[in-house]
Structures are given as structure tokens and as C-alpha cells.
């Protein structure tokens, strides 16, 4: 299996901090690489996918970026509402594999 | 849009099967592939596996011996059962779309709709 290793697994952060995650993965994956946020009680919601393409209704402060077996999550100025999980996940081969988590709190 | 909701018993008795459906609204089950997703309290994600129709499916090794997923067109409906079940299957589960966009030499897949979840406990 592709394992995926996301760092750090916690974030202390405030509102209007850039953010930054990443995901290292265990072999090479190309361009598929997806993004996830969870919130408590919720389902995860698809924020990107393909690294960089952002799904619709997404706000445009998360971006993506890498290849290959590096690949990081970017929140340009965190939000209240961005407080949550974040995992990665590879759609390159089965099965689908997710890092572990991202939690980001408050600061 | 599409919608989908799961549901199932939220309590299983140790060594039987856990059944859950996946009821899909707004679209076809034969459009895409349809996966379940699990997640122990207070953990991470767990992919489960996924079927395409009934033509394709594939499911994680660490439960294949022990999963099945088929899919009831009449009812737009995706299915999963877990046999012998234990408390590490206690969780929430998660059906999703697994949709795919691209053209000419790349395709890239996404799980762009979820259900809500349905929680499972296991316990005698």
C-alpha cells in the first residue's frame, strides 16, 4: 500500500496566518493527490484534487502544489471557518490511502 | 445534485455481519464508481473499497476477506457488508462518489460527494 505521511499532524494558528501542509508519500504518484477538510461531526469535504485543481465553491485562499512524492496544502490567510482537519489522499493506485491528519486549532 | 445517504443498524454484536446501503439521489449509480470510507472514533480515514456498476470492484486488502460490496440498480442503491465484525470495526461509515475528470492522457479521480456518515458500534 501508498503510505502517506502528513506533517505536522497539529497546527496552532490565528486567524489571517498563512498555513502550510504537507504530505510526503511512499512512492511516486504523479498528479493524484487529493485534499480533504473535516469538521467535528461532518463528513470530509473534497477541497481539491489532481493537487492543484480546486473544487467548486472552494475558496480560492487554498491552493495546492508538488509532484511526484511531495506535495503540500496552503491556506494563504486562515479564516474561522478554516479551523479543521485536513487530510491528503492518493488516487493513484488501490487501494486509496490518506494520511493521517492535519488538525488545525487556534492559537 | 447528487445526494447520498446511508443507513444501517448503528449496533452489531461481535462475530456477525454489519449491512449498511448507500442510497444515491440526483444521479445514476451506473454513472461512477461508488466507495465506502470508514473511520474509528477520534481517527483517521480508512478506504474500504469501491464498486463500478456491476462490472468492477476492489477492495482494501487489510478487509478483503471479510467485505463485500454490490451495488441494486432497481433501488439506486450501494451496499456493503463486513462479516465477523469486532469493536475495531466500531465507527463511522461513509459512502462517497468517485468521480473522474480529465482528457486525451490524464484522468484524475476524486471523491467529490459523501454521505453524512452512519455510525456503527459493535458490541455485544
Known amino acids: 500500500d501508498i503510505q502517506l505521511t502528513q506533517s505536522p499532524s497539529f497546527l496552532s494558528a490565528s486567524v489571517g496566518d498563512r498555513v502550510t501542509i504537507t504530505c510526503r508519500v511512499s512512492q511516486d504518484i504523479s498528479s493524484h493527490l487529493a485534499w480533504f477538510q473535516q469538521k467535528p461531526g461532518k463528513a470530509p469535504k473534497l477541497l481539491m484534487y489532481g493537487v492543484s485543481t480546486l473544487q467548486s465553491g472552494v475558496p480560492s485562499r487554498f491552493s495546492g502544489s508538488g509532484s511526484g512524492t511531495e506535495f503540500t496544502l496552503t491556506i494563504s490567510s486562515l479564516q474561522p471557518e478554516d479551523f479543521a482537519v485536513y487530510y491528503c489522499q492518493q488516487l493513484h493506485s488501490y487501494p486509496r490511502t490518506f494520511g493521517q491528519g492535519t488538525k488545525v486549532e487556534v492559537k | 445534485q447528487v445526494q447520498l445517504q446511508e443507513s444501517g443498524p448503528g449496533l452489531v454484536k461481535p462475530s456477525e455481519t454489519l449491512s449498511l446501503t448507500c442510497t444515491v439521489s440526483g444521479g445514476s449509480i451506473r454513472d461512477t464508481y461508488w466507495s465506502w470510507i470508514r473511520q474509528p472514533p477520534g481517527r483517521g480515514l480508512e478506504w474500504i473499497g469501491y464498486?463500478?456498476?456491476?462490472?468492477?470492484?476492489n477492495y482494501n486488502p487489510s478487509l478483503e476477506s471479510r467485505v463485500t460490496i454490490s451495488v441494486d440498480t432497481s433501488k439506486n442503491q450501494v451496499s456493503l457488508k463486513l462479516r465477523s465484525v469486532t469493536a475495531a470495526d466500531t465507527g463511522v461509515y461513509y459512502c462517497a462518489r468517485e468521480n473522474v475528470s480529465g482528457s486525451g492522457y490524464q484522468y484524475y479521480y476524486y471523491m467529490d460527494v459523501w454521505g453524512k456518515g452512519t455510525t456503527v458500534t459493535v458490541s455485544s
Open positions: 464498486i463500478y456498476y456491476s462490472i468492477s470492484s
